[in-house]
């Protein structure tokens, strides 16, 4: 059964860092076979797409929203996809979620390419 865990929320000040994690167990291939991306839903507001490692030679993407603050990578020897948090700003408090897709440049606005997800880590950012 495959199982998708984050880890590595809290409480941060404005400016501070997280780094989050996403375990990945019970995939029937390699995890680098797949997509793995980033999401975060704040409170009273749609699921926003945040950022993807590809399947094809971990290319990565990154919404405008966190581009050049938040940095996404991959431990195989872990199968684990970390998501670097820095400058963070009030506005990134959310409930971070990742979520896995088959496909090589999966968009992160359309739900029906990501499978499988997990239950989510939430991050707030308060002085």
């Known amino acids: 059964q495959v199982h998708l865990v984050e880890s590595g929320g809290g409480l941060v000040q404005p400016g501070g860092s997280l780094r989050l994690a996403c375990a990945a167990s019970?995939?029937?291939?390699?995890?680098?076979?797949?997509?793995i991306g980033w999401f975060r839903q704040a409170p009273g507001k749609e699921r926003e797409g945040l950022s993807y490692?590809?399947?094809?030679?971990?290319?990565?993407y990154y919404a405008d929203s966190v581009k050049g603050r938040f940095t996404i990578s991959r431990d195989m020897a872990k199968n684990t996809v970390y998501l670097q948090m820095n400058t963070l700003k009030p506005e990134d408090t959310a409930i971070y979620y990742c979520?896995?897709?088959?496909?090589?440049?999966?968009?992160?606005?359309?739900?029906?390419?990501?499978?499988?997800w997990g239950q989510g880590t939430h991050v707030t950012v308060s002085a």
């Open positions: 490692i590809s399947s094809s030679e971990d290319r990565t």
């Open positions: 979520a896995a897709s088959d496909a090589t440049t999966p968009p992160l606005e359309y739900n029906n390419f990501w499978s499988y």
């Open positions: 019970g995939f029937a291939l390699p995890l680098d076979y797949y997509s």
